[in-house]
């Protein structure tokens, strides 16, 4: 869940009431600075071999905005294709959305890096959610949102489940021929 807050006793009573969602057994609650962006892209990164390149290409792009506060949180989002996030989101700059998107593939480049560094291998599938925000015409800042591994929420990706899914029995196979 998002919450936002703009002093201590909004972040007091957002943690509080985080920390006690009915069926939640997580012990640990994650903080970050609110960033401004005019869209979420959510890239789905699946079977990710970083001694192929062409391997570093998203599967597929949510690109996503937030409808609206209810209770004090982002509880629900839009989804769009990229034309309708261009129109909607990027007031139809082409050269913006393109500079954003260029910026996601090198931070994506760079996660998938550190994702290999901290487990030995690149997760079998991991979601990279990036925050962009139009800063001009033709140009973007993009900083990250989160990154997701397996359990990660397909936004309604049709082919999503056949694709992860074929995607880790890949990987078993994979592992157990290394054996």
């Not at 703009?6 to 997580?26: F, I, T, Y």
């Not at 007031?91 to 030995?120: M, P, T, V, Y």
């Amino acid at each position: 869940d998002v919450t936002p807050w703009d002093n201590e006793q909004e972040l007091e009573d957002a943690l509080s009431s985080l920390s006690r969602q009915p069926g939640s057994l997580v012990d640990k609650i994650f903080v970050q600075e609110f960033v401004e962006f005019e869209v979420e892209m959510r890239h789905f990164m699946v079977d990710v071999d970083l001694k192929n390149k062409s391997t570093w290409k998203p599967k597929h792009i949510v690109y996503t905005v937030f409808k609206d506060k209810a209770e004090g949180q982002f509880l629900d989002f839009r989804k769009y294709n990229r034309s309708t996030a261009l129109r909607v989101c990027y007031k139809n700059d082409d050269a913006a959305l393109g500079d954003a998107e260029r910026q996601a593939e090198e931070l994506i480049g760079r996660w998938l890096q550190w994702l290999q560094a901290q487990a030995h291998r690149v997760p079998v599938v991991v979601r990279i959610d990036l925050l962009a925000k139009r800063t001009g015409p033709g140009k973007s800042r993009v900083t990250t949102g989160e990154l997701t591994e397996l359990g990660g929420n397909l936004l309604g990706w049709k082919k999503g489940p056949q694709t992860v899914f074929a995607a880790m029995l890949r990987s078993c196979f994979r592992e157990a021929s290394s054996l």
